[in-house]
C-alpha cells in the first residue's frame, strides 16, 4: 500500500508545456485548485468526491475524471488510493491537431474500460528516475491513447468557450506575470474591464482574495527556484525578490498563510521552509 505523503501540493511546479508527471498513493484529497496542464485522477481504492467546475462526480474504484486546463477542481475522502497524472499542454496541443474541435470525456466511470489505462499509470507512477523527454510524450501519448480508444473523443465547445473567457484569460495572465507587480487594475486594464466587474467574477472563481492568490504562487514559485542548485547562495530575501515580493515582512506574512491553509498531498517538490532570521 502505498504511503501517505508529506509533500505539499505545487500548482506552478507542474505548469511547464513539456511537464509530465504521474504518482500512486494514499490521499486524504485536496482542496480547490487548478493549472493549465491537464490532469488524470484515478481511484483505486476507498471512495472521492469529486468537485470539476462546480460540478460533483462520486467516484469508486475503478473510475477515473479528466481535469482539463484550468477547470477548478478539488477531491474530498476520509482516505483513498489513487493516482493523478499531469500531462503538459505541449502534448494536449498535438491532440488537437490530431483531433481537431475534440476533446477528451470528463468522467470515466466505466472500470472495465479503465483498466488498460489504471495498469499503465501503476506502472509508470513506480518509476523513480526522472523521465527522459522522449518518455515524457511516449508515456503522455500512451494515456491519452487508452482514454480515446476506452471512450473516444467528445465536441470541445465547453473548453473552447472557456479558452476565450475573461476567466481563462485573467489566471493565464496572472500565472505569466505574478512575479511581477500585478494588481487588480493592472489586470482589469490588460482586459479592457471595469476592475469591479473582474472582481465579482474572481472572487467566485478562485474563492480567495486575488492579492492571497498572487502571494500564493510566489511562495510555490519561491520552492521551485529554492530547489534549484543555482540558486544554493541566494538569501531569502533575495529569492523572494525574484518571486515578486517587496520584503521579507510581505514574504512571511504570506509564506505562513500558505502553510496555514495549504492541504498536504505530493508532488514533484519536497516542502522546504526557511526559518525567520
Known amino acids: ?43 483505486f481504492d476507498g471512495t472521492v468526491s469529486t468537485t470539476i467546475d462546480n460540478k460533483q ?4 474504484p475503478g473510475m477515473a475524471v479528466v481535469v482539463d ?20 499542454t505541449d502534448v494536449m496541443q498535438l491532440f488537437s491537431q490530431l483531433y481537431p474541435g475534440r476533446t477528451l470525456p470528463r468522467f470515466l466511470p466505466d472500470k472495465q474500460r479503465n483498466k488498460p489505462l489504471m495498469d499503465f499509470v501503476t506502472s509508470i507512477a ?28 467528445v465536441p ?44 465579482n467574477l474572481l472572487s467566485k472563481y478562485l474563492k480567495t482574495d486575488l492579492r492571497n492568490y498572487i502571494n500564493n504562487l510566489r511562495i ?15 538569501s531569502v530575501l533575495e529569492l523572494a525578490t525574484l518571486c515578486g515580493f517587496s520584503s521579507l515582512t510581505t514574504f512571511y506574512r504570506a509564506q505562513k498563510k500558505y502553510l496555514d491553509s495549504s492541504s ?7 516542502q522546504n521552509v526557511p526559518e525567520k532570521q
Request: hydrophobic share 35%; proline share 4%; aromatic share 14%.
Open 69 to 88: 486546463s484550468l477547470a477548478p477542481h478539488a477531491y474530498e475522502c476520509t482516505s483513498a488510493e489513487i493516482s493523478y497524472t499531469i500531462i503538459g
Open 126 to 153: 513506480m518509476q523513480v528516475a526522472d523521465y527522459t523527454p522522449l518518455e515524457k510524450y511516449a508515456n503522455a501519448c500512451n494515456v491519452l491513447d487508452k482514454i480515446v480508444q476506452a471512450y473516444g473523443t
Open 1 to 43: 500500500m502505498p504511503r501517505k505523503s508529506r509533500y505539499f501540493l505545487f500548482e506552478i511546479a507542474g505548469d511547464v508545456p513539456d511537464f509530465f508527471y504521474s504518482n500512486r498513493y494514499v490521499t486524504q484529497g485536496t482542496k480547490l485548485h487548478f493549472h493549465r496542464n491537464w490532469e488524470i485522477f484515478c481511484v
Open 57 to 60: 462526480y462520486r467516484l469508486e
Open 264 to 270: 498536504v498531498d505530493p508532488c514533484v517538490l519536497s
Open 220 to 234: 510555490q514559485e519561491f520552492y521551485v527556484l529554492q530547489k534549484r542548485p543555482e540558486n544554493k547562495d541566494l
Open 156 to 199: 470541445a465547445d465547453t473548453v473552447l468557450h472557456r479558452a476565450n473567457s475573461t476567466i481563462y484569460k485573467t489566471i493565464a495572465y496572472i500565472y505569466d506575470n505574478y512575479t511581477q507587480d500585478i494588481s487588480l487594475a493592472t489586470i482589469a486594464d490588460y482586459l479592457h474591464i471595469q476592475p469591479q466587474s473582474l472582481s
